[in-house]
């Protein structure tokens, strides 16, 4: 049965909201609406916690660095010994190595001999660098030019006890498994991952390992799209191809719908006579758009099965990539429980090759940005641009985005680059 949400009901009513032609950003705002991130937690070693999102905040159990500790090799004094015009000698006392500190402390005249991270012994409150000191027979000579409390790191300067060290929706990377091992803590709070259900539609498609038959071709978007969603942390659930045939498709959708949060599907959502997804879809659940102004990607479908999020790429394999890039990806993100979502970056450079556009919907060329040897960056386009060419998206690293107004591009105009490596 086919109910309309509330929000559904109040888009309609707004007077920008055209589901057949919905401008890029106004298409990411209404997905947003929809969105309510995971709940279930799970504890995990930290190890385990990489790539996954943090639940709860990390607070940190103790004061980071522990101890006032020496940011150089060299000599832990007081700096009432020292002389700002003129040397002074002192009598080394004894040794801090990182592991091993001085046991007593440092009395007047005397200095320590310190390393990288020892701690900074009693009495004294200044470390000068072994390149300003000179040793010999168990004294040392210094210099003057020295300020209080140089050299030395304070005992909670990186992180006070019980301030939260890392929040609750970061995702969990290298330097956050780092951080948190630093704390000497072996377990976090870590969202459950999100489940995404994906399957194939086209009567022309084979999977890879059997002979192509005329008129067939393989599958390679549920290549591309296992890729990008392993990257983004998804529990995948590869569904494989489904035939254009109304009773498998719908019974592809229930199932896909009741185990997954999300249902992402390929094909089908392009207006043929074959292309049963935004019926289908309309019966079981509702769609809440069909069609974006935008190149490639026009045909997309957002809408809900149940409590599933639905998203129907196009079929072409560029406009796959690009509509998961632009729109997916955000949205799983936001589901899986981060927050905020880091933007992908983006930035003006010139663009070395002209460009076609017409103006009227937003496209998403795929670009090559290069450095040359002065350290100036510019971009050119892949060769051909259509939508069915995989290759482009291959030899890119960055979208330019042409906005909905622009018009034809002349070599060195100034374009927007958005990069694509951490999904693709
Ligand atoms: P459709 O939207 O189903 O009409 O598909 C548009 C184009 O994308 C057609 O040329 C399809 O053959 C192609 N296509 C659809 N699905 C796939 C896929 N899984 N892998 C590669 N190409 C596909
Ligand atoms: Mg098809």
């Known amino acids: 049965m086919n109910t309309v949400s509330p929000t559904l009901q109040a888009l ?37 916690a990489l790539g996954r999102v943090l639940a709860e905040d990390v607070v940190s159990p103790v004061d980071v660095p522990s101890h006032d500790n020496s940011a150089m090799d060299g000599y832990a004094v007081r700096f009432a010994d020292l002389k700002q015009d003129g040397k002074v000698t002192l009598k080394v006392a004894g040794s801090s ?19 990288t991270g020892g701690v900074v012994p009693e009495g004294a409150d200044t470390i000068v660098m072994q390149e300003h000191a000179e040793a010999k027979d168990g004294q040392v000579s210094i210099g003057g030019g020295h300020r209080q409390g140089q050299n030395l790191r304070r005992a909670g300067e990186d992180l006070k006890q019980g ?8 995702p969990v990377r290298p330097a ?24 194939s539609t086209g009567d022309e ?26 990257r983004l942390g998804c529990e995948v659930i590869d569904m494989g191809v489904i035939r254009d045939d109304p009773k498998l ?21 392009s207006v043929g006579e074959a292309d049963f997804v935004k019926e289908l879809l309309n019966q079981l659940g509702e769609v809440v758009f069909w069609k974006i102004a935008m190149k490639p990607g026009r045909p997309l479908a957002y809408g809900k099965i149940g409590d599933a999020h639905f998203f129907g790429l196009p079929g072409n394999p560029v406009s ?30 010139p663009c070395t090759s002209s460009l076609k556009k017409a103006p009227g919907r937003t496209e998403f060329q795929r670009g ?57």
């Open 163 to 170: 301030q939260p060290a890392l929040r609750r929706g970061q």
């Open 320 to 349: 796959v990539m690009v509509t998961f890039y632009q729109f997916v990806r955000d949205a799983l993100l936001k589901l899986s429980g981060r927050d905020p979502i880091d933007p992908l970056p983006a930035f003006k450079v």
């Open 249 to 269: 498709l719908e019974a592809a959708f229930r199932e896909a719908a009741s185990i997954a949060d999300v249902v992402i599907t390929s094909g089908g959502v």
């Open 12 to 48: 309609s009513c707004a007077d920008d909201y055209d589901p057949n032609s919905i401008p890029v950003p106004k298409a990411r705002e209404v997905i947003a609406r929809f969105l309510s991130p995971v709940s279930t937690m799970e504890r995990v070693a930290v190890r385990a």
């Open 97 to 115: 190595f990182a592991g091993v500190p001085f046991a007593g402390s440092v009395s007047a005249g005397q200095a320590v001999r310190i390393m």
């Open 368 to 424: 090559i940005l290069t450095r040359d040897d002065a350290g100036n960056l510019s971009v050119r386009v892949t060769g051909e641009q259509g939508s069915g060419i995989l290759r482009s998206m291959s030899e890119a690293n960055c979208f330019i985005i042409l906005p909905t107004d622009q018009g034809n591009v002349t070599p060195g105009t100034l374009v927007e680059v958005q990069a694509m490596e951490s999904v693709i």
């Open 205 to 230: 498609l084979v999977s890879v390992g059997l002979p192509l038959a005329a008129g067939q071709i393989y599958d390679s978007n549920r290549y591309t799209i296992y890729g990008m969603l392993t």
């Open 176 to 199: 956050e498994i780092g951080l948190i091992a630093s704390l000497g803590i072996a377990e976090v709070s870590v969202y459950r991952k999100l489940r995404v259900a994906f399957f």
